[in-house]
Each structure stands twice: as structure tokens, then as C-alpha cells.
């Protein structure tokens, strides 16, 4: 039997102590849209093609009964990492973009194959990449 298709990542979570001004920084400094909020969590728009979830930490560790099933418990700890892909050209003026929003740059890395990435974290310790093509063989 082959594997079923797959298309892309849709979505990816974070957990935030401040769920509210963390997500505010992915709408202020990235550009993301709200789609949806509750007690517990931000679901903001990535560029229509993915959705970036913020939950408060600690909140979702029971599951959770929905009238279209039952959400599984998860949490989680530490400083994740995740980048977003960005045009070839497009890093001088993210570094621009961000020091205008008081984003401390923490790194820069040259890539092998000719891509660029630049590091950043979010208000929570989160290490977000902004990254060119030509970082791995697939992008």
C-alpha cells in the first residue's frame, strides 16, 4: 500500500502565558489575521496558506467536548523553533521591518546552498526563522 497523499502543513501551536500579547505580536509585527479567539487560544491567518494557533499553556491538558467531537488533551514547554518562508531578496527589509517594531535580531545564518535566515523571537522565547530558498534541497 503507498502512502496517502499529503499537501502541506496546515497549522502549527504554540503556548503562551500571554496569549493575547503574543498573539498581538504576530498581528503587529508579521501581519497575521485573527480568525478566531476564546478563553483559551488565537488562531491567526500565515499568508492564507497555514494557521498559526496560540494557546494559553496549561489550558487545553484535559480534552475538550465540542458539539463536533472531542478536542485531545496537549500542552507544551520550552522555546520551540518554526520559520516562515520569505522571498530570496526580502530579508534586509525584514530586518528593517522588525527593527522598527523593537525585534531584536538574534542571529543571521548563510546558508550551503545559497539560502539566508535570519532569527528572531517572539514576546514568549519562541525562535522564529525568516528564511530564503536555497536552505534545504526541497526549498
Do not use: C, K
Not at 525585534?103 to 543571521?108: A, F, G, H, K, L
Amino acid at each position: 500500500m503507498d502512502r496517502p497523499p499529503l499537501e502541506r502543513m496546515l497549522e502549527f501551536g504554540i503556548y503562551a502565558d500571554d496569549v493575547e500579547g503574543t498573539a498581538a505580536f504576530y498581528e503587529r509585527v508579521l501581519g497575521f489575521r485573527r480568525l478566531v479567539s476564546d478563553r483559551r487560544l488565537v488562531a491567526l491567518d500565515v499568508e492564507g496558506s497555514g494557521v498559526l494557533l496560540v494557546f494559553e499553556r496549561g489550558a487545553s491538558t484535559e480534552p475538550i467536548d465540542t458539539p463536533n467531537g472531542v478536542l485531545p488533551p496537549h500542552d507544551g514547554q520550552g522555546d520551540p523553533h518554526f520559520a516562515f518562508a520569505v522571498p530570496a531578496g526580502a530579508l534586509e527589509t525584514w530586518e528593517a521591518w522588525l527593527a522598527t517594531h523593537g525585534v531584536e535580531i538574534e542571529s543571521t545564518m548563510d546558508w550551503d546552498r545559497g539560502g539566508r535566515s535570519l532569527y528572531f523571537r517572539d514576546p514568549e522565547g519562541h525562535l522564529l526563522e525568516l528564511v530564503t530558498p536555497g536552505t534545504w534541497r526541497t526549498y
